[in-house]
């Protein structure tokens, strides 16, 4: 079983910049590819990064590539979403997600999910 709590949601103005963390409770995080997930009100949940068990590999929506970036420190058990540029567009509850698959924008092939950070952005 895996645990993970995001953080570091808010309101931030569009253009700025906003890091989430997602802290995950295993002995074993190195063994699970990362990924994270939104899911804006009415609309459903939509994959926005992920990244393999080793960090060397990285996969973006198309919405936010050149804009956000995943990564992740395997010695402390967290991973990140660095967002700049940000828009309203991007407001929305972020989930991260652990699965055994890597670089996978599937929702399904995750097996755990956080409670989600909210991201709201104003224009």
């Known amino acids: 079983q895996v645990q993970l709590v995001e953080s570091g949601g808010g309101l931030v103005q569009a253009g700025g910049s906003l890091r989430l963390s997602c802290a995950a409770s295993t002995r074993t995080f190195a063994n699970y590819a990362m990924g994270w997930f939104r899911q804006a009100p009415g609309k459903e949940r939509e994959f926005v990064a992920a990244?393999?068990?080793?960090?060397?590999?990285?996969y973006y929506a198309d919405s936010v590539k050149g804009r956000f970036t995943i990564t992740r420190d395997n010695a402390k058990n967290l991973v990140y979403l660095k967002m700049n540029s940000l828009k309203p567009e991007d407001t929305a509850v972020y989930y991260c997600a652990a699965g055994p698959f890597a670089n996978t924008k599937v929702a399904a092939e995750y097996d755990y999910w956080g409670q989600g950070t909210q991201v709201t952005v104003s224009s």
């Open positions: 990244i393999s068990w080793s960090g060397d590999s990285t």
